[in-house]
């Protein structure tokens, strides 16, 4: 997989539904391990809480996993998952957590409830599209430092570090696929005075 969706930050959100209160928990999560972390902690949290829903999606092994936590069979988790999967997302943990107000929300009140926990709680977490990159840096005299600056923005190149002493050396994340095209266009634009340097490959968050 060269390129992949899920989300920045651990967040929430909430909204109030006919006296129900829904709070939605997202987070970063790659292993079983961490999710299942994750939904003890906020079941810990909200030990008081009528329901708490769940649903992760993991690259490894393409798992998915989800619970209704009480609810009617298939009006809780799945609506969480779905939201997710329609989002392509992976390697997120959603809980979706339920203060029960008094009045039934039906079938299809509960679904679409549901529905917009998951979603509101992924906005407040921020998607990105995570790609296969290639870290690499480049040492240049000050005086084509803003040629660098541009010549890396249009290739979508994420700025990690820039130091400054004798001379300025970016170091930056670009997708591994135009890693090649990026360096002879360095090198052309600086009639080969500079050329990039490769330091490691990653998955990183592309702009």
């Known amino acids: 997989m060269q390129e992949y969706k899920t989300v920045e930050k651990e967040a929430s959100d909430f909204f109030i539904e006919k006296k129900s209160k829904f709070i939605g928990y997202a987070k970063p999560v790659k292993t079983q391990e961490e999710a299942v972390e994750f939904i003890s902690e906020i079941k810990s949290k909200h030990w008081d809480a009528t329901h708490n829903v ?9 798992i998915q996993r989800y619970s209704d936590d009480g609810e ?12 997710m999967l329609k989002e392509s997302l992976v390697d997120v943990c959603v809980v979706a ?6 009045t039934l929300l039906g079938a299809g009140g509960l679904v679409r409830a549901y529905s917009h926990t998951s979603k509101i709680a992924l906005e407040a977490a921020g998607i990105i599209t995570m790609a296969q990159c290639s870290v690499m840096s480049a040492e240049v005299d000050y005086s084509f430092y803003d040629r660098l600056n541009i010549l890396l923005s249009d290739f979508s190149a994420v700025i990690l570090d820039t130091s400054f002493s004798d001379k300025v050396c970016v170091e930056f994340s670009v997708k591994e696929n135009t890693v090649d095209l990026l360096n002879a266009k360095l090198i052309d634009v600086s009639n080969g005075k500079y050329a990039l340097k490769f330091l490691r490959s990653e998955f990183s968050k592309t702009i």
């Open 97 to 102: 957590t339920r203060y029960f107000g008094g």
């Open 72 to 83: 009617p069979n298939g009006t809780a988790g799945v609506p969480v998952l779905d939201v």
């Open 54 to 62: 769940y649903a992760y999606v993991l690259r490894e092994n393409n």
